[in-house]
C-alpha cells in the first residue's frame, strides 16, 4: 500500500508557514463615518500604512498605520478663539 501526497495539503502548509506583506499598488485603508445625525458621511483614507499576514503567528494580522497621512478632502478648519 502506498500513499500519494495530496497537493493541496502541502499549499495550505506553504501559507500557513509564509509572511505575506500588503502590495501598497492593489490595497487601502479606508473608511466613512456619518455626521451630523447621520445626514452626512465623511470618507477618508490614509495614504502611509503598512501591513503584514503571518497565519503561524500570534496575531496573525499586523497593520500600521500612521495617523499623519489622513487624507478627507476636507480642509483643516481652526476652532474659534475665546
Not at 463615518?33 to 503561524?56: E, I, P
Amino acid at each position: 500500500m502506498s500513499t500519494t501526497p495530496d497537493p493541496s495539503a502541502a499549499a495550505e502548509s506553504d501559507l500557513a508557514a509564509g509572511v505575506w506583506h500588503h502590495d501598497p499598488r492593489r490595497s487601502s485603508v479606508e473608511f466613512h463615518v456619518r455626521h451630523f445625525y447621520g445626514l452626512m458621511t465623511v470618507n477618508g483614507h490614509f495614504d502611509d500604512y503598512k501591513g503584514t499576514l503571518a497565519l503561524a503567528s500570534d496575531p496573525a494580522v499586523q497593520l500600521t498605520i500612521d495617523a499623519d497621512s489622513l487624507d478627507t478632502g476636507h480642509a483643516l478648519v481652526p476652532s474659534p478663539s475665546r
